[in-house]
């Protein structure tokens, strides 16, 4: 596991303009990068690299977390078990999960949390 997070900007991407969401984001030697493109209080979009062989902690989070993988193969491990995600692939890591983002090979990803909504559920 990595404690090596590289934060990128922590302010939202610019908005009104066209960007390709690969290409905003790059790998960096060691290092899991994130960028924040939306951040509100009710939810955020991260884009994030990490290079081979680097991991997060694993964590829970009281929300439910979307993912797509947009460059190589993640592996998610959500309550211990293993997903192999493909460019393209997406997966929802429920709320209140432990769960684990490893890169076996390098790969970005898009994350999304919506935090708004759970008050209206029963």
Same mark, same amino acid.
């Given at each position: 596991?990595?404690?090596?997070?590289?934060?990128?900007?922590?302010?939202?991407?610019?908005?009104?303009?066209?960007?390709?969401?690969?290409?905003?984001?790059?790998?960096?030697?060691? &290092?899991?990068?994130?960028?924040?493109?939306?951040?509100?209080?009710?939810?955020?979009?991260?884009?994030? &690299?990490?290079? &081979?062989?680097?991991?997060?902690?694993?964590?829970?989070?009281?929300?439910?977390?979307?993912?797509?993988?947009?460059?190589?193969?993640?592996?998610?491990?959500?309550?211990?078990?293993?997903?192999?995600?493909?460019?393209?692939?997406?997966?929802?890591?429920?709320?209140?999960?432990?769960?684990?983002?490893?890169?076996?090979?390098?790969?970005?990803?898009?994350?999304?949390?919506?935090?708004?909504?759970?008050?209206?559920?029963?």
């Amino acid at each position: 596991m990595t404690d090596k997070i590289n934060k990128g900007s922590s302010e939202e991407y610019e908005k009104g303009k066209t960007f390709i969401i690969v290409e905003i984001i790059e790998y960096i030697p060691n &290092s899991v990068v994130i960028k924040t493109i939306i951040k509100k209080t009710t939810g955020n979009v991260t884009v994030s &690299s990490f290079d &081979s062989g680097e991991a997060l902690t694993e964590k829970t989070s009281p929300f439910d977390t979307f993912i797509q993988v947009i460059d190589g193969k993640a592996e998610i491990v959500i309550d211990g078990h293993k997903h192999q995600l493909n460019t393209g692939e997406s997966i929802i890591i429920p709320a209140h999960s432990p769960n684990i983002v490893k890169a076996n090979v390098r790969f970005k990803m898009i994350s999304t949390i919506i935090k708004s909504g759970y008050e209206e559920m029963s």
